[in-house]
């Protein structure tokens, strides 16, 4: 059965238990379901939120070409990537992975595979807005999100 | 002469100050470094945002390239910053 996938670029929240539902109902076969959810956050109430600037064609064509190498590499029954874009605000949820396949391993692997990739790849770029009504900087990336995703070539 | 669309994102949009405008390059410039070269060339807003070079990243026609690639066919480019998302 070809596996179910659902990539999403939106500016709606979206409904982690929703979300997470319809993935595990996908099929008999469906042993585990792993979720990761990333939030924004104050710093410390530094912030009051992120803007999101994203690459609009660019975003889902690159989203889609990381999902198809994770089904590659790992066998899931489905898997559901939501990436927003706009303004949040601390404690709205930014990203969203879910993935489902008959063993738990699988699933892990396979979403921490997908933010690693997602990180490094998706085209978005996160701006701060202070607390104190002033823009701030572009957020800077991260090495450590770069060797994240590299070791994923070497175990691969 | 070949008319190509450039599109900008994050800090490199607004140094240069346009989200993405038509250009004509001359058939000389052949790579995506060597555009990005000329571009240093056009304007001090330009010669901001690339003022190093090796940390702007480029996609052509909606794919990420390394600055080796060749622009020859291309519709779209795109500079932007390491991404940040997730």
Redesign the interface.
């Known amino acids: 059965m070809q596996p179910r996938l659902i990539f999403r670029v939106q500016a709606e929240p979206f409904d982690l238990a929703q979300e997470v539902k319809a993935l595990a109902a996908i099929g008999d076969d469906v042993g585990a379901v792993a979720s990761f959810t990333?939030y924004c956050r104050s710093e410390g109430g530094r912030l009051a939120a992120l803007e999101?600037?994203?690459?609009p064609?660019?975003a889902e064509?690159?989203i889609g070409r990381v999902v198809q190498d994770a089904v590659t590499r790992w066998p899931l029954s489905g898997l559901t990537v939501i990436?927003r874009f706009g303004m949040m605000r601390p404690g709205d949820g930014?990203?969203l992975v879910v993935t489902a396949s008959s063993h738990r391993t699988a699933a892990f692997e396979a979403a921490e595979f997908l933010?690693d990739y997602?990180?490094?790849?998706?085209?978005?770029?996160?701006?701060e807005h202070r607390a104190d009504g002033s823009i701030g900087e572009?957020?800077?990336?991260k090495d450590f999100?770069d060797k994240a995703a590299e070791r994923w070539q070497t175990l691969g | 002469m070949t008319e190509i669309k450039l599109?900008y994102?994050?800090?490199v949009r607004e140094r240069i100050g346009l989200a993405e405008e038509r250009v004509d390059v001359p058939h000389s410039v052949a790579t995506v470094a060597e555009l990005a070269s000329w571009l240093q060339g056009r304007g001090e807003e330009y010669a901001y945002a690339f003022e190093n070079p090796a940390i702007v990243r480029a996609?052509i026609d909606?794919?990420?390239v390394k600055p080796d690639a060749t622009i020859a066919g291309a519709r779209e480019i795109?500079f932007?910053?390491?991404?940040?998302?997730?």
């Open positions: 990333g999101l600037e994203h690459y064609g660019m064509e690159e990436h930014i990203v933010m997602l990180k490094t790849r998706a085209p978005f770029w996160k701006k572009w957020v800077e990336a999100d | 599109i994102f994050a800090w996609a909606r794919k990420h795109a932007f910053p390491p991404m940040t998302g997730g």
